[in-house]
């Protein structure tokens, strides 16, 4: 968005009246490496013109590849807890499934949403970008015309317009409205996944899930071992407050999972369990 903005901002300097007959880097003098662009001010404009469609085709494909990631990371977390993932292909690690494998797995047998039917189409949609020169193809077509009525409407609320191509084999019109919309469908997705996952796992499941996460992203603190603090407990006598390895995991826990509510003692045992 940054990128974007910049880009207008520059568009703009540039289309002032009495440039053209200026080259950019003596319109944009003191922006830094504004002399690397050594074109006309009218030829800048355009560059800069169709730097949102150009950085639309860069981000679609990194939101869902993140995407793709996530949901990898999160069918991997859920095979400690047999029966809850069904395997696609036998023999083969979930992060080497194709994502039509992993989308169906991520439902965990319930029926698709509005959500899972545009991830379908935005997957496609990169997958067009990085296999196809960002040429619009029949199948991609194809899905987007075999949405549910529901899915367009939508896609079509957050872009405020339908997926928009001239003809087969050429790029498409994406813009910024198209990464909102991606940004979108990935964040419902990644909400109905949770809602889901909270039905599947009971609350010692749940605690392992987090001590799983934690211990990877932090593995040099979730080892650890030092003692916590000694407190008075208001009389006269002290009390010594669980390790600062379990307030940790604790935080953490309160970060990434607060809506769960854990609490110190379910932590403490699924850490104890999984140490």
Not at 95 to 109: E, P, Y
């Amino acid at each position: 968005m940054a990128l974007s903005i910049g880009a207008h901002l520059a568009e703009r300097e540039l289309s002032k009246t009495g440039f053209d007959h200026l080259r950019a880097p003596e319109v944009l003098a003191g922006i830094a490496r504004a002399n690397r662009l050594d074109v006309t001010a009218t030829k800048a404009k355009e560059v800069f013109r169709s730097t949102a469609s150009d950085l639309a085709f860069l981000a679609i494909p990194q939101i869902v590849a993140n995407y793709m990631e996530l949901m990898v990371g999160t069918l991997e977390e859920c095979e400690i807890f047999p029966g809850i993932v069904r395997a696609h292909k036998k023999g083969y690690a979930i992060k080497d499934w194709n994502a039509q494998d992993l989308r169906k797995a991520i439902r965990f047998t319930e029926q698709m949403t509005v959500a899972d039917f545009l991830i379908e189409f935005c997957v496609k949609l990169r997958n067009s970008i990085m296999h196809g020169a960002g040429r619009v193809d029949p199948e991609l077509v194809k899905i987007w015309e075999r949405l549910p009525p529901a899915a367009k409407a939508r896609w079509k609320g957050i872009t405020g317009r339908p997926f928009t191509y001239e003809r087969i084999n050429v790029r498409p019109m994406l813009d910024w409205v198209e990464v909102k919309a991606t940004l979108a469908v990935t964040k419902e997705s990644a909400a109905e996944i949770n809602e889901r996952l909270s039905r599947k796992l009971s609350r010692d499941q749940w605690a392992m899930m987090v001590v799983n996460d934690y211990r990877r992203v932090s593995p040099r603190r979730f080892h650890s071992s030092s003692p916590g603090k000694l407190i008075s407990d208001g009389v006269n006598s002290e009390a010594r407050l669980p390790e600062r390895a379990l307030l940790r995991l604790h935080s953490h826990a309160t970060a990434n999972y607060y809506s769960l509510g854990m609490t110190l003692d379910e932590l403490h045992a699924a850490r104890s369990r999984g140490v």
